[in-house]
C-alpha cells in the first residue's frame, strides 16, 4: 500500500512544528481524534520551565503552497510574510470564537521553520466571500519569540469580577499555592468579613491576612472562642508551619521582631512557603536599612520558586540592589520580575501588584528619556492598589475627624478600641511593602509618620515620636522629615532626635534616605554625643574630599556638596576638638573656591567650628588660607575664625578690609567698638548714600533686596559712635512712608533697644519721626513687615505714657502671631516690671515663635533687673531653661552673649544650667559669655 503524499507532508509539518514547541520548552500534544480544524494544543511554559497552566490551539499548513505565490514584499524585495486565504470564513470563525487562542502556522520543511500568526478578528481581511490573514515571516516558533507567544495563551484567561467580593472573602476561595501571597498583598481577598462574626474557626491565611490588615482584635477573639486558632503568643510553637510563620510575621508586625522569620524559610521546602517568609524577610531587612544582608538573603534562595513567587521575590531583591547602587541589576531583576507576571494578571491580583511594583521600579530607575510613563500608568490601575487607597482614605478619614473635634473644641467623650487611623494607614505600608512597590510604601510610610506626629508630638510620646522621624528620613520624605526635627530639637527632649541619629548610624546611607539623612544631621547634629559626632563627621569629611563612594552607593537625585556641607555645618559643634581641627585643616586644604555655592557652604561650615579649641599652627594655616581665597564671604569667615584662635594678624586683617569697604569683613567684625571714630564716620557714610538711594528708588515706585542693611548698620555704628551718624537723614528715611518696612524694622529695633546711649539730639529728631513710622504699601511682597517695631521704638523714646503703652501693647496681643511677638519683645526689653505677668503667660502661647520672643524678653528683664527681677520672670526662668527642646535654651543663652551685667545670682544659676546643655550650640554660647 502506499501513503497519501500529502498526508505525509501534512503529519511531518505536525511533527516539526510539535518539535519546534517542544525546543523553547512547551508541551505540544497532538490532536489525533478528528480533524476540527485543530492539529495540535500545547501546554505554555516560561523561559525557566514553569508552568503557566495557559494552552493555545495550533492549526499547521505545510507545503511550499502555502507559501508560493502569496509572499508579501518589501521596498527592498525581501520577503515580510504571507497571505493565508480560506475561501470562506467559516474556519476563521471557529479559530476567533473558540476558548482556547488559536494560531496559524505554516511550516517550511525545507528551512524547519514554522511561522505563525493569532487568529483574531482584528488580523482578519475580508475579501468578499473568504478571508485571509497576514503571517509575518519575522514570527517563528523560537526562543526569540517566546515572550510575543506567552502573550498569546495569556489571553485565554478572563478577569475575575471583584464586585460583591468583599463578603465572601475566605482562603478557600484562593488556590492553594497563592493563598499566602494573596493574604499578604490582597488581605481583602482572604480576611473573613468583620461583620461576619466569630463563629467559625479561621485558617492561617485568614489569620496572616487579618494581621496584614491590622485588625488585632479581631484574632484576639478568634483565639478565645476556637482552641484551633492559636494566640498570638502560642502561634510560634504550633506544630503547622502555616501557624508559625503567622506567629512570625505578628511579631515583625507588632513588635518589629522579625528574628522569626528566618527560621520560617529554613523550616520548609515547599516553595510558595518559603517565597512568603523571604519576601516578609526582606521587607523587613529594608525597613530596617540593611540592605546587603536582604540582597545576599534573596540571591541565596533557590531557583525553584514558580513564576509569580519568582516575580516577587525579584521586586524584593531589585529594591535593596536600587537603593545601595546597585541599579544596573536591580533594573535586571525587576525586568525579569515584569516578563515573569505580564500575562499571568488576568486571575490573580497579586500578579498585578507585583507587575506594578516591576514597572514602577524601572521607570524611577530609568535615565529620563527611557521612562516609560504609559507603562507605570496602566501597571498602577490595580486591584491590590485600589484597596490600599480604601484603607489610606479610612485612615485619614478618621485623622480628620478627630482633628476637626479637636478644632471645634468637642468636649463630649468618646471610647475607642483601637487606633483607626494608625491601624488603616499601617495595613497600607504592609501591603505596599509585601507587594514591592517602593514608591508607594514610601508614601504609606510617609502618611503613617505624619499621622503619628500630628497626634503624638506635643505629647510624652517620645519613642513613638522617634520611630516616626525615623521612618519619614528612612523613605527619604526630606521636607516633612525637616518640619518635624525642627519641631522635636525646639520643643521635644534631646532622646528623641539622638536615638534617630542612631538609627542612621546603624543603617548607613541609601539612595532614598541619603537626602534627609543629610538634612537630620543639619538640624539635629547639634544633639549628638561626641563619639557620634565624630563618627558622622568622619563620613562627611571623606564624601567632602571624594563623594566617589557616595555616590556610586546611594545615586544621589540631589546636590551632594551642598547638602554634605549642611549637614557638616549642623553637626561641627558637637564634634570633639580633635575632630574639630580635621574640619578647620580641611578648609585650609583648599584651593581657590569660585563655585558661590560651594563658598556659601563652606562660610556657613567654618562658622560652626569653635576657634579656641583650634591648635596654634591650625590658626596659622586658617589665615593664610583665607588671604588666597576668591570669595569675600568666606575669606572673612576664616579671617574670623583665626581671630577666635587667638591670632591678631587676622583680627588686623578684618579691620584693614573694613576701612577699605568690605562689606563680608564688617559682618564678622562682632563688637563695632573695635572702630576708631574715623573708621566708623565712614563706614556711616557709606550706609547714608545706600538710603538715599533706596529712599529715591521708593518715590519711583521701584523696591529691591539688599544684602546689607544699611539702616540697621547705621543705627547700631551710631549706638557707640554718636557723631559719626547724620541722625536726620536715619530719621527722614524710616519716617518715610514710601520705604519698604523690610529697610525699616530692624533699624527700629535696634534703636530702641540702644536709646540709652542714643545722644539727646537724635532722640529729639527720631521722636518726631516715630509716631509716622507707618507700613509701606508693598510690606507684604518685601518680606517682613513693620510689625510693631514702630511702637517699640516710640515707646522705648518716651513718647507713650503708661496708659498708651499698655493700650499699644494690648492692641499688639489682640493681634497676630507675629504682633504678639514683638508684644513680647517690648515687655523685656522696656522692663516693664508690672506687665511681666503678660510675658510670662507669653510662654504658652499657640504660636512657637511667640514662645521663644518671650524668652528672650524674660531673659533681657533679668540681665537689666538682675537679682531685683520680677519673681514670677525668675521662676519662669529656672523652668523654662529645665524644660525639653533647646529653642527656649538658645534663647536664653543668645541673650546672655555678650552681656557682662550678669552678674546677679540668678543670672549666675541660669548660666550654671545652660553650660551642661545637651545641644552644642547652647554650650558653645554660654561658654562665648564666660570667657
Known amino acids: 500500500m502506499r501513503e497519501d503524499e500529502n498526508a505525509q507532508t501534512s503529519d511531518t509539518g505536525e511533527l516539526e512544528v510539535a518539535a519546534n514547541f517542544s525546543r523553547i520548552g512547551w508541551g505540544p500534544v497532538a490532536n489525533t481524534r478528528r480533524d476540527l480544524g485543530t492539529d495540535i494544543f500545547v501546554q505554555a511554559r516560561d523561559r525557566r520551565r514553569f508552568d503557566l497552566v495557559l494552552f493555545i490551539a495550533v492549526q499547521v499548513k505545510t507545503g511550499p503552497s502555502f507559501f508560493e505565490g502569496c509572499e508579501k514584499l518589501d521596498a527592498d524585495g525581501s520577503v515580510s510574510g504571507w497571505w493565508y486565504y480560506e475561501e470562506n470564513v467559516e474556519h476563521f470563525d471557529d479559530w476567533v470564537t473558540h476558548g482556547l487562542p488559536h494560531l496559524l502556522v505554516l511550516h517550511d520543511l525545507e528551512t524547519r521553520k514554522s511561522y505563525w500568526v493569532h487568529v483574531t478578528a482584528p488580523n482578519l481581511t475580508i475579501t468578499g466571500e473568504g478571508a485571509k490573514i497576514f503571517v509575518p515571516a519575522e514570527q517563528t516558533i523560537d526562543e526569540q519569540n517566546l515572550d510575543a507567544l506567552i502573550e498569546v495563551a495569556s489571553t485565554q484567561k478572563h478577569g475575575i469580577a471583584y464586585e460583591g467580593s468583599l463578603w465572601r472573602a475566605a482562603a478557600a476561595e484562593i488556590p492553594p499555592a497563592r493563598r499566602l501571597r494573596t493574604a499578604m498583598i490582597t488581605p481583602r481577598l482572604v480576611a473573613p468579613h468583620r461583620n461576619a462574626g466569630f463563629g467559625s474557626v479561621i485558617s492561617p491565611e485568614e489569620a496572616i491576612a487579618l494581621l496584614v490588615q491590622c485588625r488585632v482584635r479581631d484574632l484576639v477573639e478568634f483565639s478565645k472562642r476556637h482552641r484551633k486558632v492559636p494566640s498570638l503568643e502560642d502561634a510560634p510553637k504550633h506544630r503547622d508551619w502555616r501557624w508559625r510563620f503567622y506567629g512570625a510575621l505578628s511579631a515583625a508586625v507588632l513588635r518589629g521582631d522579625y528574628s522569626g522569620l528566618k527560621e520560617c524559610i529554613d523550616r520548609t521546602n515547599k516553595y510558595e512557603r518559603k517565597s512568603a517568609a523571604a519576601v516578609a524577610l526582606a521587607c523587613w531587612l529594608i525597613q530596617a536599612e540593611k540592605f546587603d544582608e536582604c540582597v545576599g538573603l534573596l540571591k541565596k534562595l533557590p531557583d525553584r520558586a514558580g513564576p509569580i513567587d519568582h516575580s516577587w521575590i525579584l521586586v524584593q531583591l531589585a529594591r535593596a540592589q536600587a537603593e545601595i547602587g546597585e541599579v544596573s541589576a536591580a533594573r535586571e531583576n525587576a525586568a525579569v520580575a515584569l516578563q515573569g507576571v505580564a500575562n499571568a494578571t488576568r486571575d490573580d491580583p497579586t500578579a498585578s501588584a507585583v507587575r506594578s511594583a516591576a514597572a514602577s521600579l524601572l521607570f524611577y530607575t530609568a535615565d529620563f528619556r527611557d521612562e516609560n510613563l504609559a507603562e507605570v500608568l496602566s501597571t498602577s490601575d490595580h486591584a491590590a492598589a485600589w484597596w490600599r487607597t480604601q484603607a489610606q482614605y479610612h485612615g485619614l478619614a478618621d485623622h480628620i475627624g478627630r482633628s476637626f473635634r479637636r478644632e471645634m473644641n468637642d468636649q463630649?467623650?468618646?471610647?475607642?478600641?483601637?487606633?483607626?487611623?494608625?491601624?488603616?494607614?499601617?495595613?497600607?505600608?504592609?501591603?505596599?511593602?509585601?507587594?514591592?512597590?517602593?514608591?508607594?510604601?514610601?508614601?504609606?510610610?510617609?502618611?503613617?509618620?505624619?499621622?503619628?506626629?500630628?497626634?503624638?508630638?506635643?505629647?510624652?510620646?517620645?519613642?513613638?515620636?522617634?520611630?516616626?522621624?525615623?521612618?519619614?528620613?528612612?523613605?527619604?520624605?526630606?521636607?516633612?522629615?525637616?518640619?518635624?526635627?525642627?519641631?522635636?530639637?525646639?520643643?521635644?527632649?534631646?532622646?528623641?532626635?539622638?536615638?534617630?541619629?542612631?538609627?542612621?548610624?546603624?543603617?548607613?546611607?541609601?539612595?532614598?534616605?541619603?537626602?534627609?539623612?543629610?538634612?537630620?544631621?543639619?538640624?539635629?547634629?547639634?544633639?549628638?554625643?561626641?563619639?557620634?559626632?565624630?563618627?558622622?563627621?568622619?563620613?562627611?569629611?571623606?564624601?567632602?574630599?571624594?563623594?566617589?563612594?557616595?555616590?556610586?552607593?546611594?545615586?544621589?537625585?540631589?546636590?551632594?556638596?551642598?547638602?554634605?556641607?549642611?549637614?557638616?555645618?549642623?553637626?561641627?559643634?558637637?564634634?570633639?576638638?580633635?575632630?574639630?581641627?580635621?574640619?578647620?585643616?580641611?578648609?585650609?586644604?583648599?584651593?581657590p573656591v569660585s563655585d558661590t555655592m560651594l563658598a556659601v557652604g563652606y562660610t556657613a561650615l567654618a562658622d560652626r567650628i569653635d576657634g579656641s579649641l583650634l591648635e596654634p599652627e591650625t590658626v596659622d594655616a586658617i589665615f593664610d588660607a583665607a588671604k588666597m581665597q576668591p570669595d569675600a564671604d568666606f575669606s572673612s569667615e576664616l579671617l574670623s575664625l583665626a581671630t577666635q584662635g587667638g591670632s591678631a594678624e587676622a583680627q588686623a586683617e578684618i579691620l584693614h578690609r573694613v576701612r577699605g569697604g568690605d562689606l563680608s569683613a564688617l559682618s564678622v567684625l562682632g563688637d563695632v567698638r573695635r572702630l576708631d571714630q574715623t573708621d566708623a564716620k565712614m563706614l556711616a557714610g557709606r550706609d547714608a548714600e545706600q538710603l538715599r538711594r533706596i529712599r529715591d528708588e521708593a518715590k519711583l515706585g521701584s523696591y529691591g533686596m539688599w544684602q546689607h542693611d544699611s539702616a540697621l548698620s547705621m543705627a547700631v555704628i551710631g549706638a557707640w559712635f554718636n557723631d559719626a551718624v547724620d541722625w536726620e537723614m536715619l530719621a527722614d528715611f524710616i519716617g518715610d512712608a514710601n520705604v519698604a518696612d523690610e529697610h525699616k524694622r530692624d533699624c527700629c529695633i535696634a534703636l530702641a533697644h540702644h536709646v540709652d546711649r542714643l545722644p539727646e539730639d537724635a532722640k529729639a529728631v527720631l521722636s518726631n519721626v516715630a509716631p509716622d513710622i507707618s507700613d509701606a504699601p508693598f510690606d507684604r511682597i518685601l518680606g517682613t513687615a513693620l510689625g510693631g517695631a514702630g511702637a517699640y521704638l516710640s515707646a522705648a523714646l518716651g513718647n507713650f505714657d503708661e496708659t498708651t503703652l499698655a493700650d499699644q501693647i494690648l492692641t499688639l496681643l489682640v493681634s497676630t502671631p507675629e504682633h504678639r511677638a514683638d508684644a513680647a519683645m517690648m515687655l523685656g526689653h522696656l522692663n516693664v516690671a508690672g506687665l511681666m505677668p503678660l510675658t510670662v503667660g507669653l510662654l504658652n502661647d499657640a504660636s512657637q515663635n511667640v514662645r521663644l520672643a518671650a524668652a528672650a524678653s524674660i531673659a533681657v528683664h533679668i540681665i537689666k533687673s538682675g537679682d531685683s527681677a520680677s519673681p514670677i520672670a525668675m521662676a519662669a526662668a529656672r523652668r523654662a531653661t529645665k524644660a525639653s527642646g533647646a529653642a527656649t535654651a538658645l534663647r536664653f543663652a543668645n541673650a546672655f552673649y555678650g552681656e557682662n551685667a550678669v552678674t546677679s545670682s540668678i543670672g549666675g544659676e541660669l548660666i550654671d544650667q545652660l553650660v551642661d546643655h545637651d545641644s552644642s550650640l547652647v554650650r558653645a554660647r554660654v561658654r562665648a559669655h564666660i570667657t
Open 412 to 591: 463630649s467623650r468618646r471610647y475607642g478600641f483601637e487606633e483607626v487611623s494608625h491601624n488603616q494607614l499601617y495595613a497600607a505600608t504592609l501591603t505596599s511593602a509585601f507587594s514591592g512597590d517602593h514608591g508607594s510604601w514610601s508614601n504609606a510610610i510617609r502618611l503613617l509618620a505624619q499621622n503619628t506626629l500630628v497626634l503624638k508630638l506635643d505629647s510624652a510620646a517620645s519613642n513613638e515620636v522617634a520611630d516616626a522621624i525615623g521612618d519619614l528620613r528612612r523613605v527619604g520624605s526630606r521636607t516633612e522629615l525637616v518640619l518635624a526635627v525642627k519641631h522635636a530639637w525646639a520643643w521635644k527632649p534631646s532622646e528623641v532626635l539622638r536615638r534617630a541619629m542612631e538609627d542612621l548610624a546603624e543603617g548607613g546611607w541609601s539612595h532614598s534616605s541619603a537626602s534627609s539623612s543629610l538634612a537630620l544631621l543639619q538640624h539635629a547634629g547639634d544633639l549628638a554625643v561626641e563619639d557620634q559626632a565624630d563618627k558622622f563627621a568622619e563620613d562627611l569629611l571623606s564624601i567632602i574630599e571624594d563623594p566617589t563612594w557616595f555616590v556610586n552607593r546611594v545615586s544621589p537625585n540631589f546636590l551632594v556638596a551642598k547638602y554634605v556641607l549642611d549637614a557638616a555645618r549642623g553637626l561641627v559643634a558637637s564634634c570633639t576638638s580633635a575632630t574639630q581641627n580635621k574640619v578647620a585643616n580641611l578648609l585650609v586644604s583648599l584651593s
